[in-house]
């Protein structure tokens, strides 16, 4: 089964800083999706950012990329240029390219607090 | 831009009562989802709709839990018999296709409360 870990409950960065949220998992299938979701408070999840497996290049969105080390099992976010808008809780997740798997399997969570 | 709504935002119920719990997809998307996150755990799976039809669910989705589309627009979860552990805020996600490079678009989740 697959799983996804976030190590870092909580994170704090300053307003106009640079933070990387940390995420492993563990597969043993070779085409997938990872995810970046973002939970502001009392508001729905959004994505934030996609990677497809089969792709080597890193996925960027503006201000959000991903460094996926598809080995490593590894697949962080930066965020860079931090704003206040970011503050929410982050949720790395994966999901199978198989068509008949629908499930989207997600981590614990980083809640991210940005200092003004 | 259109998003998933979800009603009510707060459930409060004693054990051993049925709840349903509502949700609007966007409206031209084809599959319906249900998560549940219980306090300080990780958001799971529940069950994929699609068609009518059950496409997928997980071993959460006992015999207690079952899905509906009463009509174009809602789509239910229903819990027959609520236990403790159900407790759980719970979340409706729709998209327009099934693979995984269709976005699952996810309302902003009922807190259901089971005393």
């Known amino acids: 089964a697959q799983t996804v870990t976030q190590s870092q409950p909580e994170m704090s960065v300053q307003e106009a800083e640079t933070v990387t949220l940390s995420c492993t998992y563990d597969?043993?299938?070779?085409?997938?999706?990872l995810f970046w979701y973002k939970q502001p408070p009392s508001r729905q999840m959004i994505l934030v950012i996609r990677?497809?497996?089969?792709?080597?290049q890193n996925a960027t969105e503006n201000r959000f990329s991903v460094n996926f080390q598809k080995a490593a099992k590894s697949f962080s976010l930066k965020i860079s240029d931090s704003q206040l808008g970011d503050a929410a809780m982050y949720f790395c997740?994966?999901?199978?390219?198989?068509?008949?798997?629908?499930?989207?399997?997600f981590g614990k969570g980083t809640r991210l607090h940005i200092l003004p | 831009e259109p998003e998933v709504t979800q009603t009510p935002s707060h459930q409060v119920t004693q054990m051993g009562q049925e709840v349903i719990l509502r949700c609007v997809p966007i409206?031209?998307?084809?599959?319906f989802y249900w998560y549940r996150q219980i306090l300080g755990q990780k958001v799971e799976f529940l069950v994929s709709?699609?068609?009518?039809?059950?496409?997928?669910k997980s071993e959460i989705f006992d015999d207690q839990f079952s899905v509906e589309r009463p009509d174009g627009s809602n789509f239910t979860l229903k819990i027959r018999s609520t236990k403790l552990e159900d407790s759980a805020m719970y979340f409706c996600?729709?998209?327009?296709?099934?693979?995984?490079?269709?976005?699952?678009?996810f309302g902003p989740g009922t807190r259901l409360t089971v005393t």
């Open positions: 997740a994966y999901r199978s390219a198989l068509t008949r798997d629908d499930k989207i399997i």
């Open positions: 996600a729709s998209s327009w296709g099934r693979e995984g490079s269709y976005e699952q678009y």
């Open positions: 597969t043993s299938e070779s085409d997938y999706y």
């Open positions: 990677q497809e497996a089969y792709k080597q």
């Open positions: 709709f699609y068609n009518n039809e059950i496409s997928e």
């Open positions: 409206s031209n998307h084809l599959y």
